[in-house]
């Protein structure tokens, strides 16, 4: 994987509270937290990443408006660009949701290189969806500018990045942070500036033979890499998603292919840059093998489905499934108590995850008002029916979800799933079962978190799971850094 630094645009904390301007990603925002973001600050992101809709022509829409509000903080030096190319390191402390366990994720801010799947070094692991595509290209073609970052993951059990940035991959960092800021979910986000061109050099260098997996971002990825094809037409250059050709590669060579060596005529060092802008996008980096990686289970709520269909679902699951009912401290049935007691529904919850978070191999829990159902796969049932899913993928609790329960058991095609049309996905578990105590669905899924080593396994083989099977935690902050085009 090519890396580059870059020239940052950052948030002028002389001018801003660094707290009232960044927000969450912009597929994890809320209307209320978009409201609360547009309280916040007249620079709050917000209104670039995720602009209220207003009455929209074609001069004035929410693309054209962020783009005039980058324009506008540039200006007013609310963003002030750096005076060289860095990196930075990113470290993340957080309690687990749910636990009172304190975890600490660190990666790297960089630009990354733009490459097609087929040159194996960029893999996705879960299916994409194309509206997002549209939307986050008309956004990108307006602004020119990367606000938010997408999550990558490497494999290093040397640590080698860590140990440059942090001086160690575990335990308080070497140096204090340039700039912490805590978000509205308590986690603790830290930012150092790597300016250094030598250290620089050596995490390019140390980067070059990864492959990278995308964590979040997918949509994101794909749009930045048809785009990046796109201008390379428009400049008259080669398809840079082909390959890794560095802006002083070109005007220097490559020697020997080994960044950490470059210099120019006059034996300066020197960096990498990408050979056009729009080569590359900016990622965090964060490596597997390194703690601090919390993967969260994304539960699936089923809504508008016919009349009698969920007791004709049981009834068929058990061809392919051993049922078996789980007992809540209180039933599923009295809507009124589920939505007025937060409590109850948390232990609800707990009660009915216990037995799933137990068992060893495929399962999952369906909460229903009628009742609720560990059911546990039958594996050559499984088999038999998902053979149009490769071995690796029929392993999968959320391929098994997909590809048997929603669409031979429950009738759902594969087009209304990918559009949501009577699926919604939830973190919390209480509220996916309140959600069918209250009428407003007809049975939730409660799953297991997909793991880091099955997430690996499967991408890395070049197949991919069903949209949303995994929910990283805690998000990237937006608006720590921004790459700006022009």
């Not at 890396?3 to 904390?13: D, E, G, H, K």
């Not at 009428?439 to 899924?445: N, S, T, V």
């Amino acid at each position: 994987m090519q890396i580059y630094p870059f020239r940052a645009l950052r948030y002028n904390t002389a001018v801003v509270d660094l707290e009232d301007v960044v927000t969450q990603p912009y597929d994890k925002i809320s209307p209320a937290m978009q409201d609360a973001y547009y309280a916040r600050s007249p620079f709050n992101l917000i209104r670039v990443i995720l602009g209220k809709r207003e009455p929209d022509t074609a001069d004035d829409n929410v693309y054209t408006r962020a783009a005039a509000y980058l324009a506008d903080w540039r200006q007013k030096n609310v963003l002030e660009e750096d005076n060289a190319p860095a990196l930075f390191g990113y470290a993340q402390r957080y309690t687990v949701p749910g636990t009172t366990e304190v975890r600490e994720r660190r990666g790297l801010i960089c630009l990354g290189h733009l490459y097609d799947y087929a040159e194996k070094v960029v893999y996705r692991h879960e299916q994409t969806l194309s509206k997002p595509k549209s939307d986050r290209l008309s956004l990108f073609k307006a602004t020119r500018t990367y606000c938010e970052q997408i999550y990558m993951l490497y494999a290093d059990p040397a640590f080698t990045v860590e140990q440059l940035i942090f001086g160690n991959n575990t335990g308080e960092p070497a140096t204090p942070p340039d700039q912490t800021v805590t978000d509205e979910y308590g986690v603790v986000h830290m930012l150092w500036h790597v300016t250094d061109p030598r250290t620089i050099n050596l995490i390019v260098t140390a980067l070059q033979d990864k492959k990278l997996i995308i964590a979040d971002g997918h949509h994101r990825y794909e749009t930045s890499t048809a785009y990046a094809r796109e201008r390379a037409t428009e400049l008259g250059l080669p398809d840079s998603t082909t390959h890794t050709a560095t802006r002083t590669e070109q005007v220097y060579g490559a020697d020997d292919g080994a960044p950490s060596e470059y210099a120019d005529e006059h034996g300066q060092t020197t960096l990498p840059a990408p050979p056009f802008p729009e080569a590359a996008m900016m990622m965090t980096l964060v490596n597997m093998d390194a703690p601090g990686i919390t993967i969260l289970p994304a539960h699936r709520v089923v809504f508008g489905l016919p009349a009698g269909a969920v007791p004709n679902f049981l009834e068929r699951a058990g061809d392919y499934f051993d049922v078996t009912r789980v007992d809540a401290t209180h039933t599923a049935q009295d809507a009124d108590a589920a939505k007025a007691q937060d409590a109850e529904q948390i232990e609800d919850a707990s009660a009915l995850l216990a037995p799933l978070n137990q068992t060893e191999s495929v399962a999952f829990l369906a909460a229903t008002r009628d009742g609720n159902y560990l059911l546990t796969a039958k594996p050559a049932a499984i088999e038999a029916a998902l053979q149009t899913f490769t071995p690796r993928q029929r392993a999968l609790d959320v391929v098994q979800l997909h590809g048997l329960v929603l669409e031979q058991l429950l009738g759902l095609s594969a087009e209304s799933i990918r559009n949501q049309q009577n699926l919604r996905y939830l973190r919390s578990a209480p509220e996916a079962i309140a959600q069918v105590a209250r009428g407003e669905a007809d049975i939730a899924f409660l799953v297991k978190p997909v793991t880091l080593e099955q997430l690996q396994t499967v991408s890395l083989s070049g197949e991919v799971m069903p949209q949303k099977s995994t929910d990283f935690y805690p998000k990237l902050l937006s608006g720590l850094a921004f790459y700006a085009l022009d």
